[in-house]
């Protein structure tokens, strides 16, 4: 008797034991979908669902803690708006599918130019927002020329072999007292200099 019993209980523990890792992986396996969900929800939240770049919300959540991080230089921190040349004809002359896909090769574009130190977001629209940490303005101002050069070497044969995107460029200089959206108006402003002066350029001011 006492060995049927002994035998019932180790049995009984068995069974308890394979039920625990049964809960315990479902409790896991739950526990890695909400982490998932989750980083899912904040990708979509910072991330432009069209082009993949981050977003408005996210840059200037960015460009305002830049400038209140007390370890980083103001005079280091340029804002540069980019906005694609007669856009609106894009979309009225060959539809509006083809301007996503417009974005979307600038996009890929400006993805080779985004690193820790340059931060690059779908503003809005055919707009752009480039937030540069930088000590050379000449630096800044290269590599703004250069998206500017690459993108007009966007491939669009495959729609007309006339059509050619270029984008204008307004960027500003950050200084010791700057405010967000003081630098997002300057560069903005810029932008319409840049557009006015004949588009397919760079406008910078301090």
Known sequence: MYIVVMMLV?????????MRNHLESIVAERTQKLKDKSKLLEYKT?????TGLVNRHYIN?????????????NNRIYIAFADIDSFKKINDDYSHDV?????????????????????????GG?????????????????ICNEIREQIKTIDL???DTELQITISVGLVKAHVDSLHKTLISCADDNLYKAKNNGKDQVIFSY
Request: hydrophobic share 45%; glycine share 4%.
């Open 10 to 18: 180790i049995f009984i523990m068995n069974q308890f034991a394979l």
């Open 46 to 50: 910072e991330h432009d669902d069209l």
């Open 126 to 142: 055919e707009e752009f927002l480039l937030c540069f940490v930088n000590d050379n303005i000449e630096s800044v101002v290269g």
């Open 61 to 73: 959540k960015h460009i305002k803690g830049l400038l209140s991080n007390q370890n980083i230089d």
């Open 99 to 123: 301007g996503d896909e417009v974005l979307v090769q600038i996009a890929k574009v400006l993805q080779h130019f985004c690193n820790e130190r340059l931060i690059i977001a779908r503003f």
């Open 157 to 159: 044969n495959h729609i």
